[in-house]
Structures are given as C-alpha cells and as structure tokens.
C-alpha cells in the first residue's frame, strides 16, 4: 500500500529544494559567509550589532558550502519541510488525533499562500538562519514536550537541555512566547489532569531562559537600537510607542488573511458541532500568536519577515482545527471546496516562483561573469555595475529573495567596490531566449535580437544586444500575426554585460518573430 504521509512530505521537501536550488546568493549571505568560523569575528558581531548567536553560527556554517549549493538547497529544504511537519504534528499530539497526508498538505499550502516573506524567510540563506532554522528549533521544542510529557527517560535531558538552549537564541520575540506557551500547554494539562515530567519540564524552562538571556541581553542589541537610524522611534515614549506598535499591529491581518479566513471557517464548523475541547486548544496557540505579536513592541521596526514565529503559532492554531470528519455533510462541502481554493493558490504560487527564481539564478551567473570581466581588466580595484534582479512575475511581492544590495559583494570578489543599476526586464533570456529576425534602422549597430514568451506567466522579454553603448530609450516596432496589428515598444535601461550592451522590456507581449529597430 502506499503511504500517502511519506509520499506527500517527499514532494514538498522536492519543491522546496527547487526554488532554493535556483536562489542566487545575495544581500547579507556575502557578508555572512566571509565570517567563517573566527570566534573573534562572531564575537565582536555579537558585542556590536546581534544577540542572535545560533542564526549567526548557522549563516557560516551553511555558506561555507558556497560552491556547493546543492547541499543548501538540500538542508533548507530539509528544515522548510520539517517545520511544515512538526507543525502539524503538535497539533495532533496535543489534541490526540492522527497525521494525516492532507492536513499537511494543506498546512503547507497555507505556508506558501500565507507566508509573510516567504522569499526572505524560507529561501534567502542568512534568512532561513534567522527564520526558518530557529523557527523549526522552537517547533521541536514544542513537540518533545508535548510527546513526552508525562514519561521520558531522564539520560535525555542533557540533549533536550541543549536544544532549548538553542530554541532560547532564536530570536527576540518567539523566545518569549515560547516560554509562555510552554507554561500555557503545562496549565492545561493540569486542568485535564495529565500527569506531568517536571524534570521535563523545568529542563525546557531552564535552557529556554538561559537562551532567551544570551539573545536579548547581548551588547550588540542595545548599541544596534541607538543607531541614528532609529532616532525617531528612540524618541517616543513608552505611550507614543504602545501607540504605534498597536496600529501597525494590523498589518497582522492583511498579512495572514488566506489563513484566518480558513480558520474562522473551521472554528464556526467546531462551534456548531459542539467540539468546544478543540476550539479551545486552538485559541491557545492562537493566543501564542498574538503573544509574539504583542512582544515585538520593543522593535523599531516591523519588516514581514518579522512576523515569520507569529505565523508559526498561527498555523498551529490552524491545524488544531482541520478535522473535517467531524463535521456535517455541507460543513465538509464547504471546507474542502476552501482546502482547494488554497491548494490551487499554492501551485499558482509555486508555478510563478519557479518560473522567477530559474531566471534570477541565470541573471546571478550572468552578474558574476561581468564581475570577473571586469576584474580581469582592471584589476582588484574595478568598480563594475550590475543588474539588478528582474522577477518575471510573482503571486505576490513578497515572494521575493531580498533585494538589498550588500557593499560586502565587492569584498567577496575582491574588488573596490559594485554598483547596481536597477533593470526592467529578464535578461537572463540572453543565455535561453530565441534569436529572431530583425530590420536596423537606427544608427546603432545591432548583433542580436532575443526573445522569449513566458506563457504561463502570459508575458513575453525581448533584449536587444550591441557591440557598442546603447541610448536610454530605443524604439522598435513589430507585427503580431494574432492581433494583425502592429505594435511599438519602447525599450529603456541599457546596461553593459562583459564587452556587450544590451536593451529590453518585459511586458504582456507575445508572438514576436520579427522586429524593426528605429
């Protein structure tokens, strides 16, 4: 027989490992990785700028297999998966029900559809070590307690003390939390009179706390929360800060909207058929998530990164309630039509991310190639310009790695310094698009003319390649057979890529197979 469980977990863990496997390195990973394992390094990081030691640890350790990305596609993919899992598996723990293949595929289909940041929190390697990594720590945590709560042989402390160690320095605000849930599980199983481990217990605790105080007592963090940068939130008092951090609280629910939709659903279902117990345990972990929510009132600011553990404990809220074999006939109609909505949102999701993150890793080798071009010619003190990153098209924005540009890249080429030049259009498309006929009637000379249609993203790039600079805007024309009409593009953002320049635009264009240049 098949075991639709395993089989289910092994197709995610695949489609995580593509879209890592297509990820360029970039932003922070050039400055994390030159870290390497000096203690001098990590230690003056810690004393100046972040408490956030096992994130920090994990950074090196996974871009040390900088030349060997397989191997980080492999464990993010690994960690991504396994937190989807243990999400799920609180849940069942907790309520006594069983795993099954479609609550984690809809728990995971809701990771994607619903996820902050997922681009920066899952597929960004200093990220996932930030987000992920210590996300799935915090999750183990949670599940060990929870599976081993009344018996659990005492020689294993030592490794579960470590581990909440190291749940403990995950970051600022889930640290917190953590600590609370934990005691909140602890409540209610006392209320249910469920015999307790206190060795368990107070081990957990203990290493959590211990973690929690190395994070936030760090030196870095209070010299990284004077930084002028910070001045006009260091300016407001303790009320003016309540005050801001309670407005843009509700970015909670634009965020999570696809998940708390879902779960409303599910919880009106437990409601009316009077599975109250149930209701109960997810407003638990719900309360966890607001919990986190709440503890981020000390943080300048709120990227949606940020809101990575508030959306764990969400999830789990969200599992707690998905026992469709409780519910009515129209109950079930309704949810599971609800269960394809989003499974059908997180292949769209997926399909688009795909689509993007195979164009960014040729623009990544494309970037690179100039890099060492330029290097070539001028020696270490050259000063090239790159591209920036171009996405095809994304469900949505934050389905993005993230964009910043790290003056660390130089350093890790061993140049002066990089500029990046913001582009418009794919042109990775010079490496897997088609040459199509062209007539040049500019005064520019033209050796090619690319072309690529994107038809499930239903757009089309068209580059044009020169031997020589190229104007900032260059207008072509072309015929569309479909439409038997003629169209005019404007192309715009010139950039220089080894000895050649290039031009394009990418837009909702298709079937070109011949242009006139002007």
Wanted: charged share 15%.
């Amino acid at each position: 027989s098949i075991n639709y469980l395993t089989l289910s977990i092994l197709i995610i863990f695949i489609l995580f490992f593509l879209i890592e496997l297509y990820t360029p390195f970039h932003s922070d990973d050039f400055f994390y990785g030159q870290m390497e394992y000096s203690f001098d390094k990590h230690f003056h990081h810690y004393m100046t700028w972040s408490g956030r030691v096992v994130s920090d640890y994990a950074s090196t350790i996974l871009l040390n297999f900088h030349n060997y990305h397989i191997i980080i596609s492999f464990i993010i993919a690994l960690f991504s998966t396994s937190l989807c899992y243990l999400i799920v598996a609180i849940a069942c723990t907790i309520s006594n029900t069983q795993i099954t293949w479609f609550k984690f595929i809809i728990i995971t289909a809701l990771y994607w559809v619903s996820n902050p940041n997922i681009g920066q929190i899952n597929f960004w390697v200093v990220g996932a070590c930030n987000y992920l990594i210590t996300t799935t720590i915090v999750a183990l945590v949670i599940y060990l307690f929870v599976s081993f709560k009344s018996a659990i042989n005492h020689k294993f402390l030592p490794i579960i003390f470590i581990i909440s160690l190291l749940a403990g320095c995950s970051n600022e605000n889930i640290c917190i939390t953590l600590i609370y849930i934990i005691l909140i599980i602890y409540v209610y199983y006392r209320i249910q009179k469920i015999k307790i481990d206190y060795a368990l217990l107070m081990t957990i605790l203990i290493g959590i706390s211990l973690g929690a105080l190395i994070l936030i007592l760090a030196p870095g963090n209070f010299i990284r929360l004077n930084h002028e940068a910070f001045n006009e939130w260091n300016s407001l008092n303790l009320f003016e800060k309540l005050d801001t951090h309670f407005h843009r609280s509700f970015k909670y629910f634009k965020l999570f909207k696809i998940a708390l939709i879902f779960y409303v659903i599910n919880i009106i279902f437990m409601i009316i058929n009077k599975y109250y117990h149930k209701v109960f345990l997810s407003l638990l972990f719900l309360s966890a998530s607001i919990f986190a929510l709440a503890a981020m009132i000390g943080s300048p600011y709120l990227p949606d990164r940020s809101f990575s553990g508030i959306f764990f404990f969400l999830l789990i809220a969200v599992s707690c309630s998905i026992e469709p074999h409780l519910y009515t006939k129209w109950s079930k109609i309704i949810f599971y039509i609800s269960s394809l909505c989003i499974f059908i949102l997180f292949l769209e999701t997926f399909t688009y991310m795909l689509i993007s993150y195979q164009a960014t890793k040729i623009q990544e080798d494309l970037r690179n190639s100039h890099i060492l071009y330029e290097k070539y010619e001028n020696g270490n003190s050259s000063t090239p310009t790159i591209p920036s990153y171009y996405f095809i098209k994304l469900k949505k924005s934050s389905n993005m790695f993230d964009m910043y540009h790290s003056s660390s890249q130089a350093s890790w080429f061993n140049v002066k310094q990089i500029y990046l030049q913001l582009v418009n259009y794919d042109y990775s498309i010079i490496k897997t698009g088609n040459k199509i006929t062209f007539t040049n009637n500019s005064s520019f000379k033209i050796n090619n003319v690319y072309y690529k249609d994107y038809i499930l993203c239903r757009r089309g790039t068209l580059v044009i390649e020169s031997p020589q600079p190229l104007p900032q805007n260059l207008k072509i024309k072309y015929n569309s057979e479909k439409n038997n009409r003629s169209f005019e593009l404007i192309l715009k953002n010139p950039i220089k890529l080894m000895d050649k320049y290039y031009i394009g635009i990418s837009s909702k264009i298709s079937d070109i197979t011949n242009v006139v240049i002007e």
